[in-house]
């Protein structure tokens, strides 16, 4: 699988997206705060469901450190809705569904399942900081504790 085109340093790619409560959201409401930007494939699946509750679970350290977090996936907002209910979620979701955001951050790639090959979410997480600089990208990320690494990330980045 291809690697991210994206580098550290660079500037993050502008975006506005819907969140679950239809609220307009774009990244340079956040100058000033750091960034933690994720992109997962589905709603209410195991792995994107244990990596929505972790980040929840780390909601307040993330933002005891100027961090805010969202999620961003393809799915409509009333299933984001429906997600964050039925998990108790207390993080943002944002809506991509013509994936044009999750193009400009280039997680969406040609993936392979079982032999077939397919457009979807390579899960990804970019770190983003108060300039809106990406400082941090985790590609083709593992959701076993990978919001506790992104936290440690974001304590040594900013000590």
């Known amino acids: 699988m291809s690697k991210n085109s994206l580098t550290e340093g660079q500037k993050a790619p502008e975006f506005c997206l ?13 100058t000033g705060k750091w960034l933690v930007l994720y992109f997962y494939p589905k709603d209410n699946t195991s792995g994107c469901t244990k990596e929505a509750q972790d980040f ?11 961090t805010v977090i969202l999620g ?3 799915d409509s907002v009333k299933s984001h809705i429906k997600f964050i209910e039925k998990k ?11 994936t044009s955001v999750h ?7 040609m993936k392979k399942n079982y032999g077939k090959e397919y457009m979807g979410t390579v899960r990804s997480t970019f770190l983003i900081d108060t300039e809106g600089n990406i400082v941090k990208i985790w590609d083709n990320v593992r959701t076993k504790e990978h919001a506790l690494k992104v936290l440690e990330v974001l304590r040594e980045i900013k000590n």
């Open 56 to 66: 929840t679970a780390l909601k307040g350290d993330f933002e005891s450190e100027n």
């Open 72 to 74: 961003v996936s393809k």
């Open 18 to 30: 819907p969140d679950q409560n239809e609220n307009e959201v774009c990244l340079k409401d956040f």
């Open 103 to 109: 193009q400009k951050y280039d997680v969406w790639r």
């Open 88 to 98: 108790e979620l207390g993080i943002t979701l944002l809506s991509d569904e013509d």
